[in-house]
């Protein structure tokens, strides 16, 4: 059996992670190069020493995961969604449920309370965040970040928001405190039903056809009628219909 195949049934033993689910080429290029800055010739061999390192399986996992995020990713996107969708979903209801599936760090559950405190109290809004990556949701917990990852953020939500600390920025404990933050599998866990907003970004582009087809369709059933899914800006989905996707706007897709 292939030395590669043989390492992705073992992870899945190992982990429950099906390394199967990604684009193949990818994924191999960035662990063969991790695994051979630790000085191993193979996969075999790699695997054999992250089944008895805790350290090495960490690192192993944030290789494959690659957590980079930014609040107000694509600027021009959360415009859409303060400007347009959220106006229309909150005529619809009152109480939004939202779900940020695969948030990493948390700048976006992060980004779409700041963007939705616009029409409602901080009180009342709640974001259902989800990763993989539990070292991920632990500094979303934390909420500290480089001024780079705020680059896109508009100034008067600079101050309103955030707290600046040496060379870092804190997020407001009120803004903290509208996530809800879990650790969740997209290929593997159950999904929630009847959200009024699904935000996955970013996330797609690492999966190969036939996972993409199912996360999509679960999204669909997790949606209610009317829901609204925010895709990431190179993450078009080529045939929405399949889906019971009707085109909302750019990279908003509308549940029919
Ligand atoms: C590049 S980040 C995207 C973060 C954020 N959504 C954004 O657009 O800025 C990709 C995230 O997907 C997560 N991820 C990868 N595979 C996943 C899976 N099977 N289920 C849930 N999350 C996953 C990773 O842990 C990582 O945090």
């Given at each position: ?6 390492f ?11 390394l199967?689910?990604y684009?193949e ?9 991790l695994?051979?800055k ?6 075999v ?5 992250l089944d ?24 021009k ?52 965040a989800t990763?993989l ?25 600079k ?8 060379q ?6 009120a ?16 999904y ?9 970004r ?33 993450e078009q ?5 399949k889906?019971?996707?009707e ?10």
């Open positions: 059996m292939p030395d590669y195949i043989k992705v049934e073992s992870i899945k033993q190992k982990t429950g992670i099906d199967a689910a684009k080429a990818q994924m191999k290029r960035r662990l063969t190069s695994y051979e630790k000085g191993y010739k193979n996969f061999e790699f695997f054999n020493a008895h390192d805790r350290d090495l399986l960490n690192e192993f996992l944030d290789r494959m995961t690659i957590n980079v995020s930014e609040f107000y990713r694509n600027g996107r959360w415009e859409v969604l303060q400007n347009k969708i959220f106006p229309k979903l909150l005529a619809e209801n009152k109480r939004l449920k939202i779900w940020s599936a695969a948030c990493s760090t948390g700048e976006e559950p992060y980004t779409t309370a700041m963007v939705l405190s616009n029409y409602l109290p901080l009180s009342q809004i709640s974001v259902h990763d990556d539990e070292n991920a949701i632990h500094r979303a917990k934390v909420g500290i970040y480089p001024e780079r990852s705020l680059a896109e953020v508009p100034n008067e939500i101050f309103k928001y955030f707290e600046k600390q040496g870092f920025y804190k997020v407001e404990d803004i903290k405190k509208t996530a809800n933050f879990k650790k969740h599998n997209l290929l593997k866990d159950t929630d039903k009847n959200y009024d907003l699904i935000i996955c970013n996330v797609m582009i690492y999966f190969t056809e036939e996972a993409k087809d199912q996360i999509y369709q679960n999204f669909s059933n997790s949606l209610r009628s009317g829901g609204i899914l925010f895709v990431g800006s190179t989905i080529f045939n929405p219909g889906f019971g996707f085109i909302e706007d750019t990279f908003f897709y509308r549940k029919k």
